[in-house]
């Protein structure tokens, strides 16, 4: 997967180029209603950016909705916590946005 950033709405440089992040992933588990496991390998030549991310999607029935929490693990040292929380709120918005 390419992620391409425009200028406006990235602060920084991508992970594999200035504009770009490239991202192998795959299901490494699926409990439907439950559960998602995946694995995310960034591709970069700054080894702060690259390496193997496992992230692990839990899903819960919430009055009126489902409460999804997600778990990242060895996320590589070059991804700001904070820049991390913003990705993943947008990826959630949007998925909340598609479901509606």
């Not at 440089?13 to 992040?21: H, L, V, W």
């Not at 960034?42 to 193997?52: I, L, Q, Y």
Request: charged content about 20%.
């Amino acid at each position: 997967m390419v992620l391409t950033y425009e200028t406006s709405q990235h602060p920084g440089p991508g992970k594999t180029s200035e504009d770009t992040d490239v991202v192998q992933g795959r299901f490494l588990e699926l409990v439907p209603d439950e559960r998602i496991v995946q694995s995310v390998e960034f591709v970069s030549e700054d080894s702060s950016f690259a390496g193997t991310m496992t992230m692990t999607w839990s899903l819960a029935p919430v009055g009126g909705g489902t409460e999804v929490t997600i778990r990242c693990e060895n996320v590589p040292v070059g991804i700001q916590q904070e820049d991390h929380d913003v990705g993943l709120r947008s990826t959630l918005a949007n998925l909340a946005a598609f479901l509606a």
